[in-house]
């Protein structure tokens, strides 16, 4: 094989990968859906997108580069650096007009080449979606109930969240957002943040119960600084430009964010819990939480970290329990996002519902964990 042939092959399945997260924006992202698609044509043609994507071409499919172009490409609109290409991204007041996005792109593309080329290497993709919080919220309500019943305890266990792969650290506040059901506002209905969580069903638990956070931490390989101009386009990037609800969402939980820091610690996953869970504090419950992450672990990360929470698991009590809560897509039910809860000692292991990946909307429905 030649290395031009060679190089049409890779470009050939970086192309299919970008056609892949094109698909997985259909009828949730018009305007993502199109620049991908046409994205992928170039990459296909030799185009100026396989310039911008050099040294990228043989990432996994997990690590999504076609949604790393698009970040990019949109950071360059919220920039102002791309003010041809402006006119088509709502994030920034436009409007689409699919017919003539590739047209418009390819001037702000070939003149940033070498920003782009650097920003789709030097990135993951960090939606840190606020959306979540719905999800967790309701299902942190259910940990700290049923831990307390298995202790014999009538009185909801106090929690300590515990996130991997927080990015900007924007989920670890869920009992300072308000969640609207039908006339009532959940957590707190002064937040900046009040969500409109979608739910079908209700979680089992106590609604009237008020969630008691007394301990919050997090960690990330890439950790997002959500107090720097820098941080906020990062994560503003990643949002579909064309779903407004989600960038409305982001702006207040950015806002949220500014009056309640937390920070998030550099650091992998396994390392960073076994030093948390190292440190068991009495009449808690410890909650390890992460959301959509589960994709861009290594297989070595994954199971040491599953080895690090069986061993803090077999160590757990009735006055000191663990907790896992998850949001992570399932094959089995057709990628859809299952919210998975575990707990020790009490031996609980629940799926507590299936949503959309931005957490928004949400259906509960309990089943086996299995």
């Known amino acids: 094989m030649t290395r031009d042939s060679a190089a049409t092959s890779v470009n050939g399945v970086l192309a299919e990968l970008f056609a892949a997260a094109a698909d997985l924006c259909r009828d949730r992202s018009p305007l993502t859906q199109r620049?991908?698609?046409?994205?992928?044509?170039?990459?296909?043609?030799?185009?100026?997108?396989?310039?911008?994507?050099?040294?990228?071409?043989?990432?996994?499919?997990?690590?999504?580069?076609?949604?790393?172009?698009?970040?990019?490409?949109?950071?360059?609109?919220?920039?102002?650096?791309?003010?041809?290409?402006?006119?088509?991204?709502?994030?920034?007041?436009?409007?689409?007009?699919?017919?003539?996005?590739?047209?418009?792109?390819?001037?702000?593309?070939?003149?940033?080449?070498?920003?782009?080329r650097h920003r789709v290497a030097a990135t993951v993709v960090q939606t840190n979606e606020p959306g979540r919080s719905a999800p967790l919220y309701g299902g942190l309500l259910v940990a700290a109930q049923e831990a307390a019943k298995a202790a014999g305890r009538h009185v909801p266990f106090c929690v300590r969240l515990l996130e991997v792969g927080a990015s900007g650290g924007l989920n670890l506040r869920p009992h300072h957002v308000g969640y609207r059901l039908g006339d009532r506002v959940l957590g707190d209905p002064d937040s900046l943040l009040v969500l409109d969580p979608e739910w079908t069903g209700r979680p089992p638990a106590d609604l009237d119960h008020r969630l008691r956070v007394v301990g919050r931490a997090g960690c990330d390989l890439t950790p997002v600084d959500v107090s720097t101009e820098d941080g906020r386009l990062h994560l503003s990037s990643f949002v579909w430009a064309d779903q407004l609800d989600r960038w409305n969402r982001l702006r207040d939980a950015l806002d949220l964010a500014a009056t309640d820091p937390v920070k998030v610690d550099r650091s992998a996953g396994p390392e960073w819990l076994a030093k948390q869970l190292a440190r068991v504090e009495r009449d808690v419950l410890t909650v390890v939480w992460h959301s959509v992450v589960w994709q861009y672990v290594s297989p070595a990360d994954r199971a040491m970290g599953r080895a690090v929470l069986a061993d803090a698991a077999a160590k757990a009590t009735p006055t000191t329990p663990l907790a896992l809560l998850v949001f992570e897509p399932r094959r089995e039910i057709d990628y859809k996002f299952a919210l998975m809860l575990k707990l020790w000692p009490a031996g609980i292991s629940l799926s507590l519902g299936v949503g959309e990946g931005h957490g928004i909307p949400f259906t509960w429905n309990v089943t086996p964990w299995e």
């Open 35 to 116: 620049l991908l698609t046409d994205a992928a044509g170039d990459l296909r043609q030799g185009g100026v997108t396989t310039r911008i994507m050099a040294g990228s071409e043989c990432d996994r499919e997990g690590t999504v580069p076609g949604l790393r172009f698009a970040g990019a490409v949109h950071r360059l609109v919220l920039e102002g650096l791309a003010p041809g290409l402006a006119k088509h991204y709502p994030s920034v007041g436009g409007q689409p007009h699919l017919p003539t996005l590739w047209e418009d792109a390819l001037p702000a593309l070939n003149e940033h080449v070498d920003l782009l």
